[in-house]
């Protein structure tokens, strides 16, 4: 190695939301491409397996490992700005929140992006993080190029452009769950900074479920939030303005976004974990404690919010034409049975996309995201919600909690067996591999 990366004994690790643990035999924190290959190498001379975490924020042991833990910590900045092309090359550990920031100050913007940025560029994308959008798809499908170490150690540069080859493998690449290799970095569209309007405004549940179908019609990006006991919805409208820039008040906007969405969301649920019995009647309280408001903002601001409460999340991808049925009927089932559910479910919708293992591949979705808070019970509720969403042909977002495994998802995606050939071509002895690839993947 060289002196500037870093490789130590493994500490144990732990994810986030605290659902998944490891101890790797080593950590190597690369501050180069160079240095990634190396230690990619490495690995493979000393027959340790290979994976790369960034921070965490994966419900699943998709990073987990017992070999070499790669920590992109130093992989971070951006390489290339191309106003020319309009693309920015970053590296892969760079955190969503740090580019956001940056492409900001240079009047530039990714089109869409999910509801947090605490996630690094290859972690989000490799596990196909998404926001909502009516045009505008996934944080994958805005990727134009992907710089890749294979488990030979050779540095690849793939691009929706290159030969066939290369297009197969950026093809599946965006969406690789650290299956085909690491990224090293990541080139993204990107264009002219915007202003996004808001628009969150309660609403019956009767009432968004009837008129959903108009509601994503109408608006360019349209979520909302169903509160479980009871009747009530938020719902969120993001459009693009003219401006002017109009951002929620210093006050206004700790009091929506910290006190009541975190602060005392918080509190809530403590209590919730306490006392079950009292969540139905908590429900009722917080599911009209949020006002309607409008706000405009540069996108990162409009798209993005903290989320302090932890918690554990499924999320599934279904059809978006079964959204309403199966949200539904999910609502019958908690209402008819014994369980407590302190958070809100989420649902959001994307266009088709053509990436080989994008939940969004090759049909337009919807997302049902359920939560629990963290140390609460949640396997009754979350069995209960998967049997619902398998019934739809959903598809197991590939960062979020799900029992599915690769005879299941082989049903599902169209082009699985196209991902596992290029797998068995690129990593052959499995470098890469851990015992979550093996269950979601089949070997």
């Known amino acids: 190695m060289t002196s500037t990366s870093g490789t130590t004994r493994g500490n144990a690790w732990r994810n986030w939301a605290g659902t998944v643990a490891a101890r790797p035999a080593r950590e190597v924190t690369p501050a180069s491409a160079a240095e990634l290959a190396e230690a990619v190498r490495r690995a493979a001379e000393d027959g340790l397996r290979v994976k790369t975490v960034g921070t965490g924020h994966s419900f699943t042991a998709i990073a987990a490992t017992d070999g070499v833990l790669i920590r992109p910590d130093l ?44 996630q690094t560029v290859a972690g989000a994308t490799s596990t196909g993080t998404h926001g909502t959008g009516r045009d505008s798809a996934s ?17 690849l540069t793939v691009s929706e452009k290159g030969t066939d080859q290369e297009r197969e493998i950026f093809a599946a690449a965006r969406v690789g769950l650290g299956a085909l290799g690491v990224i090293s970095a990541i080139t993204f569209a990107v264009e002219p900074l915007f202003l996004l309007s808001a628009r969150e405004e309660p609403m019956s549940f009767d009432r968004v479920t009837s008129e959903f179908d108009e509601l994503h019609a109408e608006n360019e990006h349209f979520e909302f ?8 919805c938020n719902t969120k409208r993001n459009n693009r303005s003219a401006g002017p820039a109009a951002p929620p008040g210093a006050v206004s906007g700790w009091i929506t976004d910290e006190l009541l969405s975190n602060g005392l969301f918080q509190v809530a649920n403590s209590v919730g974990r306490a006392v079950p019995a009292a969540i139905p009647a908590i429900a009722r309280v917080s599911s009209r404690a949020l006002s309607a408001r409008t706000y405009t903002d540069i996108p990162y601001k409009v798209f993005t919010s903290p989320r302090r409460v932890r918690f554990v999340e499924m999320e599934y991808a279904l059809p978006r034409e079964a959204a309403v049925a199966a949200l539904r009927e999910l609502k019958a089932m908690v209402d008819r049975s014994p369980l407590r559910i302190s958070f809100p479910v989420e649902v959001r919708t994307a266009p088709a996309d053509d990436i ?40 197991p977002h590939w960062g979020k909690i799900h029992t599915r495994d690769a005879e299941y ?14 797998r068995d071509r690129l990593d052959p002895g499995r470098l890469f591999g851990n015992d979550h690839l093996r269950r979601v993947l089949g070997a």
């Open 75 to 118: 992989l971070t900045g951006i390489r290339e700005i191309d106003r020319t092309a309009m693309t920015v090359t970053v590296e892969a550990g760079t955190p969503l929140k740090r580019l956001n920031a940056a492409l900001a100050r240079e009047d530039l913007s990714l089109a869409n992006m999910g509801d947090i940025m605490a």
């Open 409 to 422: 998802l082989d049903g599902v995606y169209p082009r699985f067996g196209e991902f596992l050939a290029l």
């Open 225 to 232: 939030y169903w509160f479980p006991h009871t009747g009530n």
């Open 139 to 155: 944080i994958a499908a805005q990727i134009r190029g992907l710089e890749l170490i294979t488990a030979d150690g050779s540095v």
């Open 356 to 395: 080989t293992l994008s939940t969004a591949s090759g049909r337009e979705s919807a997302y049902i995201a359920v939560h629990m808070y963290k140390g609460t019970p949640y396997r009754s509720y979350f069995t209960a919600v998967e049997r619902i969403m398998t019934g739809y042909g959903g598809r």
